[in-house]
C-alpha cells in the first residue's frame, strides 16, 4: 500500500462546475496535509494546508480532513479552464506526495 | 529574483558519469529539500537539510547519491556512476523550518541518462 494514494484521473468537469479530488492516507499519526497544483512542465505550488478535522475554506478551494477515515479532499468550486492541471497530496510528517489526480476543466 | 534557484535546467549525461546539481533557497529558509519526479508521479522525497544538517535521508536512495550543504545555505546534491533509471526531474524546495511548514519548489532540474 502507498502511503498517499491518489486516483490518477483524468477527472473532467465542466467550466463553473464543482471539481472534487481525493486523496487517502496510510499512516493513521499524520498530522499535516497539503495540496499542490502542479501545471505541466511546472513545479508545484502549495494550494493549501489542512492539519484538523473539518472544512477548511480559501476562496474557490475547500480543503476536507478526515483523520478517523484517513481521507483528504480538496473541492475547487467555479472550476475554470486555468484550474487544469494535476493536483498533489502531500503528508507532510513524511514529506509523502500522492502521484496526482489530472484536472481537465472543459470550456 | 528571491526564489528557489536550481542550476543546470537541463542536463544530459552517459551512463556510468557523474553529474552534481545545485540549488539556492529563498534567503532566510532555514530547510531545504530535494525531491525527485517521474513522469505522471508525484514527487518522491530524497533527504532535508536543517541548516547545514542532514536531518533525514530516504531508505530508498542508493549509496550513489549524496547531497551536501556545507554553509546552510545552496546545497548541492550528486550523482555518482549514473544509471538510466536516474533520468528524472530533480526539485529541490525550501522551507522556513519549522515542520509541516509550505514548501516552495525550485524549477528543477531535468536529468536524461542515456
Known amino acids: 500500500q502507498k502511503e498517499v494514494e491518489q486516483n490518477s484521473g483524468p477527472l473532467s468537469v465542466p467550466e463553473g462546475a464543482i471539481a472534487s479530488l481525493n486523496c487517502t492516507y496510510s499512516?493513521?499519526?499524520?498530522?499535516?496535509f497539503f495540496w499542490y497544483r502542479q501545471y505541466s512542465g511546472k513545479s508545484p505550488e502549495l494550494i493549501m494546508s489542512i492539519y484538523s478535522n473539518g472544512d477548511k475554506e480559501d476562496g474557490r478551494f475547500t480543503a476536507q480532513l478526515n483523520k478517523a477515515s484517513q481521507y483528504v479532499s480538496l473541492l475547487i468550486r467555479d472550476s475554470q479552464p486555468s484550474d487544469s492541471a494535476t493536483y498533489l497530496c502531500a503528508v507532510m510528517d513524511k514529506f509523502y506526495f500522492g502521484s496526482g489526480t489530472k484536472l481537465n476543466v472543459k470550456p | 529574483d528571491t526564489g528557489v534557484s536550481q542550476d543546470p535546467r537541463h542536463k544530459i549525461t552517459k551512463r556510468g558519469q557523474n553529474v552534481t546539481f545545485r540549488c539556492d533557497p529563498i534567503?532566510?529558509?532555514?530547510?531545504l529539500y530535494w525531491y525527485r519526479q517521474t513522469l505522471g508521479q508525484g514527487p518522491e522525497f530524497l533527504t532535508y537539510f536543517q541548516n547545514e544538517a542532514q536531518l533525514e535521508k530516504s531508505r530508498l536512495l542508493s549509496d550513489r547519491f549524496s547531497a551536501e550543504r556545507p554553509k546552510g545555505s545552496f546545497s548541492t546534491l550528486e550523482i555518482q556512476r549514473t544509471e538510466q533509471g536516474d533520468s528524472a526531474m530533480y526539485l529541490c524546495?525550501?522551507?522556513?523550518?519549522?515542520?509541516?511548514?509550505?514548501?516552495?519548489f525550485g524549477s528543477g532540474t531535468q536529468l536524461s541518462v542515456l
Open positions: 524546495a525550501s522551507s522556513l523550518g519549522t515542520r509541516n511548514e509550505k514548501l516552495f
Open positions: 499512516d493513521r499519526g499524520s498530522q499535516s
Open positions: 534567503s532566510e529558509h532555514n530547510r
